[in-house]
């Protein structure tokens, strides 16, 4: 069974909203943040949001806050990310990451995580 894998993208209209799903299968215990990241053909893997799995502290983007928000479910062993107000800038291939140490750069870094899942697709269009 694979660490991590997210579900949740699809296709949304500009102003929409979508929720992404991240299973983490074996659970927190092991990992002390949940990050989730986008990227678009040409540019770098960028972060979104992330979350700690001890205090449940989060921080996001720039872009990401006041419109997504992340949420830890201890008893699915999920975490989401909310997207509200989306818009075509939004449209990527959305990741989720485990970091299994504890913060260095508030789980801002890619280098910070162990684990990737395989990726889920959004995309904003009319």
């Known amino acids: 069974q694979l660490p991590l894998v997210e579900s949740g993208g699809g296709l949304v209209q500009p102003g929409g909203s979508l929720t992404l799903s991240c299973v983490v299968s074996?659970?927190?215990?092991?990992?002390?943040?949940i990050g989730w990241f986008r990227q678009v053909p040409g540019k770098e893997r960028e972060r979104v949001a992330s979350?700690?799995?001890?205090?449940?502290?989060?921080a996001y983007s720039g872009f990401a806050k006041g419109r997504f928000t992340i949420i830890k479910d201890n008893a699915a062993k999920t975490v989401y990310l909310q997207m509200s107000s989306v818009n075509f800038a939004d449209t990527a291939n959305y990741y989720c990451?485990?970091?299994?140490?504890?913060?260095?750069?508030?789980?801002?870094?890619?280098?910070?995580?162990?684990?990737w899942g395989r990726g889920t697709r959004v995309t904003v269009s009319s």
């Open positions: 990451a485990a970091a299994t140490k504890p913060p260095r750069f508030q789980f801002h870094l890619r280098e910070e995580y162990d684990y």
């Open positions: 074996g659970g927190f215990e092991d990992y002390d943040g």
């Open positions: 979350i700690s799995t001890r205090d449940g502290g989060t």
